[in-house]
């Protein structure tokens, strides 16, 4: 018989006896199984010498070979590489909108974010709300595609003019209304106009939807008119971006004159504005009507969302056009989702059908105002040589200027050194930013003691990063 034959066969009897045997069983000896196999003792010897370098058994000198407990092989790492052949250009960038949404680790104060703080949040209010909604008989039914009629009619209300509920699609937030009013209202490979600076996530869903985004500035009063229509003539534009109330980040709020102007501009180039009425609630005062209240055209696309004034997983807005407009924003959300879960609409009808819903706002908006003077007070204290944009009649966020010889992201960094996280100006441009900004929120640190810690702490990041006198 072949000597390696051999070898191999006894090997092979010998690994099904330890595999039918316990950990530290005795094999038999060297003796037996050449008894037992007619096999040479180095055929034995070579035989347990191959189940040893397999880590099935272990040899003892002078006491014989011993069963292994077997550890499995570690799995082959997975190559992933072809997917980076397959996937192509990067189309969806994340980055922006995840250091928005970023949590803090403990003791850093959060100067950044867009959502009320959980002690702001109506959250036992939510939960009562959301009782009730789930004891109907229908909560787990499929509602109506274009929403709940009850909500429908809440959110035409509350933007006024002489919309109906016919005209209002409830969406999945925000982001959602905005990504469906992108994909419905230009193709991919066109430009969209937007406001410079602007939302961030605005900018992500825009470039998911494969559109180019074309600046245009605004001022104290928001969108400048005359800088609209030239671009819209420059760039062929027919959709135009913009948050006319309480504008992210600067704060400002365009006046009626401006709005109607506006509108007259989109007017005559044959285009969409999409109206972020992101802040609707969060406004200290009076502000002038909505653009789509004053649109006779079907020319506003008009959002409005209850993420911001109540919970961030309240994933509830109503996305309002007219028109052959409306049809592909419904079908837009009919293809990706169907219909927003009947439940959460249930729940938002429920709430801000109650009293509860009033109260909310009034203290929202008292907090809102005690939380600005508090955070503009500490900047003058800690980092006079920051500069305030303007002082908005509401909203959660101050937009302010770093001296011009400050490195924006040096700054943003020696803030989370320091223990706190602000937001860096440039990704609010969908071009190159004027120089080094940052926005600061008021509403993300739950106690005024830690409001004005996160600005003492970024007033140092600052005077560390520049140089100036404490």
Excluded at 6 to 19: G, Q
Excluded at 261 to 279: H, K, R, S
Excluded at 293 to 300: A, E, P
Aim: with cysteine.
């Amino acid at each position: 018989m072949n000597d390696d034959s051999s070898i191999v066969r006894l090997a092979a009897i010998l690994r099904k006896e330890a595999e039918m045997s316990r950990p530290g069983d005795r094999l038999p000896s060297s003796r037996e199984i050449m008894r037992r196999h007619g096999v040479s003792p180095v055929t034995v010897s070579r035989a347990i010498a191959q189940l040893a370098a397999e880590g099935r058994v272990v040899t003892r000198p002078g006491s014989g070979a011993f069963v292994a407990s077997v550890r499995p092989a570690a799995a082959e790492a997975a190559d992933l590489s072809w997917q980076t052949v397959a996937l192509g250009d990067r189309v969806v960038d994340d980055s922006a909108v995840v250091s928005l949404l970023a949590q803090p680790e403990d003791g850093v104060v959060p100067l950044t974010g867009g959502y009320l703080n959980p002690d702001l949040r109506p959250t036992r209010e939510l939960a009562a709300a959301a009782a009730r909604a789930v004891r109907r008989p229908d909560s787990w039914a499929m509602p109506p595609l274009n929403g709940l009629a009850g909500l429908r009619r809440w959110f035409a209300a509350e933007v006024g003019g002489a919309l109906t509920q016919s005209d209002v699609l409830v969406v999945s937030g925000g982001q959602a209304a905005l990504t469906h009013a992108f994909r419905a209202l230009a193709a991919p490979g066109e430009v969209v106009l937007v406001e410079t600076p602007t939302y961030p996530g605005a900018l992500a869903a825009a470039k998911a939807a494969g559109l180019r985004a074309s600046a245009v500035p605004v001022d104290r009063d928001g969108t400048r008119p005359d800088l609209l229509a030239e671009a819209f003539a420059r760039t062929g534009a027919r959709v135009f971006l913009c948050q006319p109330t309480l504008h992210n980040p600067t704060g400002a709020t365009m006046p009626l004159d401006r709005r109607q102007q506006v509108l007259a501009v989109a007017a005559a180039a044959g285009a969409f504005v999409i109206e972020d009425d992101y802040a609707r609630f969060l406004t200290r005062g009076p502000v002038p009507p909505s653009m789509v209240s004053l649109d006779r055209h079907g020319t506003v696309v008009h959002i409005l969302s209850l993420s911001k004034i109540t919970a961030p997983s309240l994933r509830v807005a109503g996305l309002i056009a007219r028109g052959p407009a409306a049809h592909r924003l419904r079908a837009s959300q009919l293809v990706e989702s169907f219909f927003v879960a009947r439940p959460l609409q249930e729940t938002a009808l429920e709430f801000v059908g109650s009293p509860a819903w009033r109260r909310h706002l009034a203290t929202v908006t008292q907090e809102i105002g005690t939380r600005q003077q508090a955070l503009l007070a500490g900047l003058a204290l800690h980092a006079p040589e920051a500069e305030v944009h303007l002082v908005p009649r509401g909203g959660l966020h101050v937009w302010v200027r770093l001296p011009q010889d400050a490195d924006e992201a040096g700054v943003v960094e020696a803030a989370r050194r320091e223990g706190v996280l602000i937001s860096p100006g440039r990704i609010y441009y969908p071009s190159e930013p004027p120089g080094p900004r940052i926005r600061l929120t008021h509403t993300a640190a739950v106690t005024s003691a830690e409001l004005d810690e996160g600005v003492r702490r970024f007033g140092a990041a600052l005077r560390n990063r520049t140089g100036a006198e404490p």
